[in-house]
């Protein structure tokens, strides 16, 4: 139970699925939490669920595609908490549309949360960690569409803010070994995960995406937690640059057919 003890933790997207149960998960470790999220409510909910058990947390509005949002964040965990140990860029989202419908202000909405988002969360913590003087860890969740596109249709700007994402992971893990800073940077490639946005699936298509997952099932967001909860952890203190794809074997090879039509897996964190 004290995996992140004295750790300070800054989850994006904090308030619902995969972010929600990092948070939760985090906070039984003994790490301290602020908990981000576009939409506050939400986040301070989880917040006071884990005050309610006895552990330290903060709720904030946060829009991650805003440099000053960032800066206001980082500002207010060191504040609050003194220090920030660990960053957990979750926030993400898919506009879903055929590629010549698409316009340059939804691609850019994309871009702008889920990679620039991430891009300045990685900047900043990187220096919030280095003032700390103790070592860190960066953890990006990217999505196995960020590998491949599978046959999705329908999500190109997601695909691509998540590959993008996957090099910025591994430039940032290289930039930080090779100046000696005590950071390490990962990124989790999700497949299909149980969260509000495949909930609202019909059942014939849960069931297709399903059937892609080796394993028969969608992961749940704690699946997903517990890998980010190592990668957090000094447990993996010499991994850093990798992608750790968590997808129940999609993309070691499909159970049969090919890859159904069907929204984004990894994209309501």
């Not at 004295?6 to 995969?18: E, F, H, L, N």
């Not at 993008?164 to 299909?192: D, M």
């Not at 749940?220 to 997808?247: H, Q, R, W, Y």
Request: aromatic residues 4%.
């Amino acid at each position: 139970m004290s995996r992140l003890l004295d750790k300070v933790a800054v989850v994006t997207g904090g308030g619902s699925g995969i972010g929600a149960a990092t948070c939760r998960l985090f906070a039984n470790q003994g790490a301290k939490l602020l908990v981000t999220d576009i939409d506050l409510a939400a986040a301070q909910t989880i917040a006071d669920q884990i005050k309610g058990q006895g552990g330290e947390a903060v709720a904030m509005h946060h829009d991650v595609s805003s440099e000053s949002g960032w800066i206001s964040v980082m500002s207010c965990a060191q504040q609050t908490f003194g220090k920030v140990n660990i960053l957990v860029n979750n926030a993400g989202v898919c506009v879903q549309q055929d590629l010549i419908s698409t316009s340059l202000q939804d691609w850019r909405k994309t871009m702008g949360v889920n990679l620039d988002g991430a891009f300045i969360g990685v900047r900043e913590a990187i220096k919030s960690m280095l003032a700390n003087k103790e070592s860190g860890s960066i953890i990006n969740i990217a999505s196995v569409n960020g590998l491949s596109s599978g046959g999705i249709e329908g999500c190109a700007s997601y695909c691509a803010s998540k590959a993008g994402l996957r090099l910025l992971t591994k430039s940032a893990a290289l930039e930080c070994g090779r100046k000696g800073y005590p950071i390490r940077v990962n990124a989790i490639c999700p497949g299909g995960v149980n969260t509000a946005m495949n909930q609202m699936l019909s059942k014939e298509e849960l069931a297709a995406k399903e059937k892609c997952h080796p394993v028969g099932r969608m992961a749940e967001p704690v699946d997903i937690a517990n890998s980010i909860l190592f990668l957090a952890s000094e447990e993996s203190s010499f991994v850093t640059g990798a992608d750790f794809i968590v997808d129940g074997g999609v993309t070691a090879g499909f159970v049969s057919g090919d890859y159904p039509e069907m929204s984004a897996g990894g994209a309501s964190e």
